[in-house]
Structures are given as structure tokens and as C-alpha cells.
């Protein structure tokens, strides 16, 4: 169960405020983004999860394939300092390599306006975030289900992918392997979280002042 009863009465407000507004359209991420700074830091954890129903985390599915881990929500903070650190904006797509109940990539989309997919192997996780996004008419955030190391490949119209220690071992080759096919179409950006350096020649790390996140480009020139 999550914490969302300690945040107080004037953000849990808020929280329903905001919810109400966004099936309208009318919250811009310049509006999402003030809101979110009166939230004090130590809140916006159960505030995001307020504004997202996030009440209760799913079991994980006992069938995991081998080199998957449990769903583990990125903490607020972290996903704040990878959009940043990524200059993620509107023109991106945003591609969540674990999504789970999709809270990364909605707080992506609300912080930036960038079109967010979420990967996610485990179906009652996707099944969850669907309908809350339905629920909130995002229209730039939509949830796929399956391995991610089998379906990144396919999601070539990606611009920023967000790793969250989401597997390990031959998955992780594999899934570098399909993203450095796709840098050769387009610049991307990388953001890992609680991984291993990615030692790939083709990818750059950028200066960070984190000790969670790494955040690489690529440095390869799209194929004529």
C-alpha cells in the first residue's frame, strides 16, 4: 500500500484539482510543472500517486522471465532530474523500458509534453496504467505490452529512452544492440537509473551530479 494518506489536505486538493482539469486539456506542462513546485519534495511522491490513483501497487506475476526485476516506482525526483538532464521537450518521444503502472512516463508527459510509451512485460501493470490514462484522455501516452528486449526494436520513433534497472545479463546487450540500430536513424538520449556504465563507443555521457542517473547521447551519424 502507498502513503498517499500523509500528504496534506491543501496538496491532496490540489492533486484533485489537477486531475479534474486534465481530461479538458487545459494543463499545460507550464501549469503542471508551478503546480508541482509548490508540492514540497518530500510530497511529490504520494502527490503524484494521488493525481494518478495510484492506490495500491500490483503483485508482481510470479512468472517473470529470467533477468526481468520486480516493478519498483522511479521516485519523482530522479525523473525530474532525467528530463532535465535530457532536455526532453513537446518534440520527443519518451520511451519507459519498465513502465509498470505507467508513472514515469505520464509524469514525462505532464512535465514536458513530449509523446511517452511505455514498455511493460508484466499485464496487469499495463492494464492498470490504460485505463488511467484513458481515464485522463492522455493522448500522448499510450502503453505497450511485452518483453522490451524483444519489442524496443520496433519503437524506432524513439528520441529519449529511460532505463530503470530494468533487467540484466544478455537482456541488456540485446536491448543496447536495438538502440544503437535506431541512433543510426536519429539522435537519441539515454537515461539509466541504478545501472552498470553503458560502455558502448557510440554512446557519450553527459556530466551529471548524480549519483543515480546517467544520461548518454549518442554519437553516431544518421545513415544517408
Not at 6 to 17: E, G, M, T, Y
Amino acid at each position: 500500500m502507498l502513503n498517499c494518506e500523509a500528504v496534506q489536505p491543501a496538496f491532496r486538493d490540489a492533486a484533485n484539482r489537477v486531475r479534474a482539469l486534465l481530461p479538458t486539456h487545459r494543463v499545460t506542462p507550464e501549469i503542471f510543472r508551478a503546480q508541482l513546485s509548490e508540492i514540497p519534495p518530500r510530497d511529490r511522491d504520494a502527490w503524484l500517486d494521488l493525481l494518478w490513483e495510484v492506490d495500491e501497487i500490483p503483485e508482481d506475476d510470479p512468472e517473470l522471465p529470467r533477468g526481468c526485476v520486480p516493478y519498483l516506482p522511479c521516485p519523482v525526483a530522479t525523473v525530474l532530474e532525467a528530463v532535465h538532464q535530457a532536455r526532453v521537450t513537446h518534440g520527443d518521444v519518451f520511451v519507459d523500458v519498465g513502465s509498470g503502472t505507467g508513472r514515469t512516463a505520464v509524469l514525462a508527459n505532464l512535465l514536458t509534453g513530449a509523446a511517452c510509451v511505455g514498455v511493460e512485460i508484466q499485464p496487469a501493470l499495463v492494464a492498470a496504467a490504460r485505463v488511467r490514462a484513458e481515464r485522463l484522455n492522455l493522448e500522448r501516452a499510450r502503453f505497450v505490452e511485452g518483453d522490451a528486449a524483444d519489442l524496443l526494436r520496433l519503437i524506432t520513433i524513439g528520441t529519449v529512452f529511460f532505463l530503470y534497472c530494468p533487467f540484466g545479463g544478455e537482456r541488456v546487450h540485446r536491448l543496447l544492440d536495438d538502440l544503437e540500430a535506431i541512433a543510426r536513424t536519429r539522435p537519441i538520449r539515454v537515461c539509466c537509473v541504478h545501472m552498470p556504465p553503458l560502455e558502448r563507443p557510440w554512446l557519450v555521457q553527459l556530466p551529471s551530479t548524480s549519483v543515480d542517473l546517467v544520461v548518454y547521447e549518442s554519437a553516431l551519424l544518421p545513415a544517408q
